[in-house]
């Protein structure tokens, strides 16, 4: 199936450094998704991005949406031991009716205190 | 909020057994997912959901069966369990394109 280029694959960062990642795709997306998955859980969403250009924050996190469409980057600032986890990105290609969501791989977040 | 609730949590099947994943959404959401989580892999669709009465294939669909009979439950069976089935199952639902997840059953098959 149809998978997203997510990188890096995992990180390894002390804490208080900034964190950024990415998803690239050779498909036109419009949406893009920024999930977290910590142990034993399933994942939570973080930001959605709906339009080419978009940038979006939710607290330390910042998302923004490529104007080529074909990606997206995820930026964390000033990271704290709780962002540990896998940070996934997922897009959708069509509008309408298609709801299926293409995943990458995930990014393995790993912060030293 | 309840969200999506899946259950159980955990379980060990035998080769060969069958058994349904249980999965309910309080969030009136039309569209409902199950995916498989292996290690390292990321989510893979096995089927999903446009509404009560429609179901159809995602990526790997085969060894399951699923059925919608409601807009709120939408459980997963094991037909045959094979050692190649063991993982993490989620189920999610939507209204757009986000979609909000349960914790997750994890599955062995010894």
């Known amino acids: 199936g149809q998978q997203l280029n997510q990188s890096p694959q995992s990180m390894f960062i002390q804490e208080g450094e900034d964190v950024s990642m990415n998803c690239t795709s050779s498909?036109?997306?419009?949406?893009w998704l920024w999930y977290k998955q910590d142990p034993g859980e399933g994942p939570v969403l973080l930001i959605a991005?709906?339009?080419a250009g978009e940038l979006t924050s939710n607290g330390r996190l910042t998302a923004q949406f490529g104007i080529t469409r074909k990606d997206s980057f995820l930026n964390i600032s000033a990271s704290i031991p709780s962002d540990v986890g896998i940070y996934f990105c997922a897009g959708r290609i069509n509008a309408g009716n298609n709801r299926k969501l293409i995943w990458g791989l995930g990014t393995s977040l790993a912060v030293n205190p | 909020n309840a969200g999506v609730t899946q259950t159980p949590k955990f379980r060990i099947l035998k080769i060969g057994q069958s058994m349904t994943l249980q999965c309910t959404q309080d969030m009136n959401h039309n569209y409902m997912y199950w995916y498989r989580q292996d290690p390292g892999m990321g989510l893979k669709l096995i089927y999903y959901?446009?509404?009560?009465?429609?179901?159809d294939k995602g990526e790997v669909p085969n060894g399951y069966n699923v059925s919608r009979s409601t807009t709120e439950d939408f459980p997963l069976r094991l037909e045959l369990a094979a050692p190649s089935q063991t993982s993490v199952y989620f189920c999610?639902?939507?209204?757009?394109?986000?979609?909000?997840f349960g914790q997750g059953t994890r599955l062995t098959v010894v």
């Open positions: 959901s446009v509404g009560a009465g429609i179901t």
């Open positions: 991005l709906y339009k």
């Open positions: 498909s036109i997306f419009n949406t």
């Open positions: 999610a639902s939507s209204f757009r394109a986000e979609a909000f």
